[in-house]
T-cell receptor, first 113, second 114 residues
Framework: QKEVEQNSGPLSVPEGAIASLNCTYS??????FFWYRQYSGKSPELIMF????GDKEDGRFTAQLNKASQYVSLLIRDSQPSDSATYLC?????????????FGTGTLLAVQP | ETGVTQTPRHLVMGMTNKKSLKCEQHLGHNAMYWYKQSAKKPLELMFVYSLEERVENNSVPSRFSPECPNSSHLFLHLHTLQPEDSALYLCASSQELQGAFGYTFGSGTRLTVV
């Protein structure tokens, strides 16, 4: 059973701080990795994807991938109350008729003003 | 209209009813998906379609019946559902079946079975 694990939280950080969200995955054959943000009552929205080991930065967001350790993380710098949401980690794993996105349960982030 | 649109946004149905969920994507994508999202559970992949052909069915009960008449439209027909089927049903699409650039999700249908 291919799995993606996340701490459900809530992760509470003060406004302006760095929020660090972590995710581990079980399938070593996984090829691409995604972070989605989901506001309460809304659908998931893609914010970052990463394919290669190392860091990828986009504005206040940095995705980090370590395939040897099978973890991927998301850093949010200068956290804002509007960043409060559930962050879903998704891993694209080959297998069956198609690659498929396997999702974690998500980490609830609460940014305190 | 842009992106992926789903209707209805909310649906309440009895266990003996028949209803359908509709999804339409305006992105020119070739693959479409149905996911189920229940509280405190990961998104569960239900069905995968590529260019109108079903390529995956993840052991979903037969009371859920998908239909993909063309590459832009996807339906989920529901009949004799159970209360545990109450959940958020999300449609998604991707450029190609491999989903290398991730999926774009619709706003979802919140289903309540009474």
């Amino acid at each position: 059973q291919k799995e993606v694990e996340q701490n459900s939280g809530p992760l509470s950080v003060p406004e302006g701080a760095i929020a660090s969200l972590n995710c581990t995955y079980s399938d070593r054959g996984s090829q691409s990795f995604f972070w989605y943000r989901q506001y309460s009552g809304k659908s998931p929205e893609l914010i970052m994807f990463i394919y290669s080991n190392g860091d990828k930065e986009d504005g206040r967001f940095t995705a980090q991938l370590n395939k040897a350790s099978q973890y991927v993380s998301l850093l949010i710098r200068d956290s804002q109350p509007s960043d409060s949401a559930t962050y879903l980690c998704a891993v694209n794993s080959p297998g069956g008729a198609t690659n498929k996105l396997i999702f974690g349960t998500g980490t609830l982030l609460a940014v305190q003003p | 209209e842009t992106g992926v649109t789903q209707t209805p946004r909310h649906l309440v149905m009895g266990m003996t009813n028949k209803k359908s969920l509709k999804c339409e994507q305006h992105l020119g994508h070739n693959a479409m998906y149905w996911y189920k999202q229940s509280a405190k559970k990961p998104l569960e992949l239900m069905f995968v379609y590529s260019l109108e052909e079903r390529v995956e069915n993840n052991s979903v009960p037969s009371r859920f019946s998908p239909e993909c008449p063309n590459s832009s439209h996807l339906f989920l027909h529901l009949h004799t559902l159970q209360p545990e089927d109450s959940a958020l049903y999300l449609c998604a699409s991707s450029q190609e079946l491999q989903g290398a650039f991730g999926y774009t999700f619709g706003s979802g249908t919140r289903l309540t079975v009474v």
